[in-house]
């Protein structure tokens, strides 16, 4: 990764992670990913060609505002969201104004043109179509795929059947409990990685 991307991500990072949602109070099933955190995964995800910079089309799995396919979309070719609540989708928009502005101010790489967010349930295959249709890329085509532990048996029980066999399945949120998922194996030698994250790959 060049100094000018990881600056950026440094800076995109701080940015959300001051903004975190649920850390505390009633929205807890907001709770927002630690970006710091992911950050210190990357070189690592890339060296194992888990991530191919421009290349990877990821999927969050109940996105929120955002911010992790934002995040990601400095990495890969395609980033795409699914939220179920539209008024947390909402806050995209303003927020990816907001940081636009910063990165400008301190010459950093704007975020790319490669999001795409879709307000409905992640397991609905008629949303899937119209990820299809209006991205070009099906399901069966993303690389990689990330939830914040919501509903991660039934994503991963969606994706057993509907991911290509290779593809990676990112669970944030775990600590030493790993749980196994039919159809996928847990990719030992980097979980969880900083502790949080785990990786398994499609069979
Ligand atoms: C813990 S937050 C994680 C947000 C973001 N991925 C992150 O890591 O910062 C989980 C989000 O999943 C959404 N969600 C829950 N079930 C969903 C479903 N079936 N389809 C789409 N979104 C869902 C919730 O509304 C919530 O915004």
Redesign the pocket.
């Known amino acids: 990764m060049d100094q000018a991307l990881r600056q950026t991500l440094t800076l995109v990072a701080r940015f959300y992670d001051r903004r975190k949602v ?1 850390a505390v109070g009633p929205l807890g ?5 630690d970006l710091k955190r992911l950050l210190a995964c990357l070189d690592r995800l890339i060296d194992e060609e888990i991530i191919r910079p421009n290349k990877s089309a990821f999927l ?5 505002d955002g ?2 396919n934002l995040f990601f979309s400095y990495l890969v070719r395609l980033s795409v969201g ?4 539209q008024w ?1 989708m909402d806050e995209y928009d303003p927020l990816r104004r907001e940081l636009q502005d910063r990165v400008v101010q301190e010459d950093l790489l704007p975020p790319p043109s490669n999001t795409f967010l879709f307000h ?4 609905d295959q008629d949303l899937h179509q119209t990820i299809a249709r209006k991205t070009g890329t099906g399901i069966q085509s993303f690389d990689l795929f ?6 991660h048996e039934e994503f991963a029980a969606m994706l057993a059947n509907r991911a290509r066999s290779g593809a990676v399945f990112m669970v ?1 949120g775990l600590n030493r409990i790993m749980p196994e998922y039919p159809g996928f194996r847990l990719l030992r030698h980097l979980s969880p990685m900083e502790g949080i994250l785990a990786l398994y790959r499609k069979e």
Not at 82 to 85: A, K, L, T, Y
Not at 120 to 123: A, Y
């Open positions: 649920g099933f907001r709770r927002s990913t969050d799995l109940g996105c929120a911010r992790v699914i939220e179920i609540d947390t409905g349930d992640s397991t990330y939830t914040y532990l919501v509903m944030y």
